[in-house]
């Protein structure tokens, strides 16, 4: 992905970098994915709202402030999707339904791919090279879309020497509580279970220390696949969220955004296994009806969930990189491989269902 500027004018290549929020506890995401049915009404009192069923698999999702690929998330996807269909009906007695939450690893991995301990790390898939690429082709063929949610996705901006500003984008409305703008003292790093990406505490997953998010959540257009490593062991579901060039209210954080579905109507043609992709590739494209604003560069550190990653800060007041080093070189020494969770150790063996 272009788009670092040189000091002599030419652009170098920076690719869009992968980092999200997802705050909120499962059964919150299933009413904020709550939906219009298609066959189903109920003309006499005019409820038409119906949630998503939640796929329960050997994948935990971990509501985080910070969230890097190869983390497990939870994506929508359609219950009529037939590779779907089949996957639920074989594992549980229950019908799949329209449309599903269903927790995948961020990263696609094709289902040919062979070597177990080479697993390629597709986090992004270009809008534009997704119908050739090899990598992407089966996916696109065979309608396996999903809908990539969070509360918002982070993006750094290039300036001036080898400083980045890190920006948090979000639907507008959804933006940071009232509560967690007025906090004046904030953790710096919480405490992390080394095979999760989320808030901890000496039990386990715990509820992010301040309110979370509660608007409008971001609702990205993403593919996905099953790769099983051999035909004694489950599937590895897996999916990677496409881009687009930038809106141009956007494009002076980067030149690349994720393709954003743009409300109900956009999530649930999408989705649809009745449309094929060829039919749905208007929705590929810039969106424009996005906010943001400047975060602590702390989210740089994947290690660092608290929610000082999505809150707005005064950036003249941030502490500047070579500030910052020589706490950064402390920090550094005392860590080890087992402390981070998403290296490339953990990836040779992938939790599989």
């Not at 299933?30 to 066959?39: G, H, M, T």
């Not at 001036?160 to 409305?173: H, L, M, S, V």
């Not at 035909?231 to 881009?243: D, K, M, P």
């Not at 550094?332 to 969770?341: I, L």
Request: overall charge neutral.
């Amino acid at each position: 992905h272009v788009g670092c500027l040189r000091s002599g004018g030419t652009f170098a290549i920076r690719e869009m970098c992968g980092r999200c929020a997802c705050t909120r506890q499962p059964h919150e995401l299933q009413s904020a994915c709550a939906f219009r049915p298609k066959a189903t009404r109920d003309e006499a009192t005019g409820k038409t709202a119906a949630i998503p069923k939640w796929v329960s698999s050997s994948l935990t999702y971990y509501p985080s402030y910070n969230i890097p690929p190869q983390s497990a998330m939870p994506v929508l996807v359609s219950g009529y999707q037939p590779h779907i269909k089949s996957s639920i009906e074989e594992h549980s007695a229950q019908e799949s339904g329209e449309r599903v939450l269903q927790t995948m690893k961020w990263g696609l991995v094709p289902h040919w791919h062979k070597a177990c301990n080479d697993l390629p790390l597709l986090n992004n898939c270009r809008s534009d090279g997704m119908m050739e690429k090899v990598s992407f082709r089966n996916a696109v063929q065979k309608g396996q879309r999903c809908v990539v949610i969070a509360d918002g996705y982070f993006e750094w901006q290039q300036q001036r020497g080898n400083q980045k500003q890190p920006f948090f984008i979000y639907f507008a409305e959804n933006g940071p509580t009232a509560e967690m703008t007025e906090l004046t003292s904030l953790p710096t790093v919480s405490h992390i279970k080394q095979e999760s990406n989320s808030l901890t505490d000496a039990d386990g997953p715990s509820k992010p220390s301040t309110p979370p998010f509660t608007g409008r959540l971001l609702t990205m257009a993403g593919l996905f696949d099953a790769w099983r490593p051999s035909q004694s062991e489950g599937s590895l579901y897996t999916y990677t969220v496409i881009t687009v060039d930038a809106h141009p209210s956007v494009n002076h954080i980067h030149d690349r955004m994720p393709a954003i579905l743009d409300g109900e109507e956009e999530v649930s043609r999408w989705l649809s296994p009745d449309n094929a992709t060829s039919e749905v590739l208007d929705l590929i494209r810039p969106c424009g009806t996005l906010a943001w604003h400047t975060v602590s560069r702390a989210v740089s550190n994947v290690r660092n969930k608290s929610s000082e990653c999505v809150l707005p800060i005064d950036t003249s007041k941030q502490v500047s990189s070579k500030q910052n080093t020589l706490l950064n070189w402390f920090d550094r020494t005392q860590k080890t491989p087992n402390d981070y969770p998403n290296s490339e150790q953990t990836l040779k063996k992938p939790k599989l269902i």
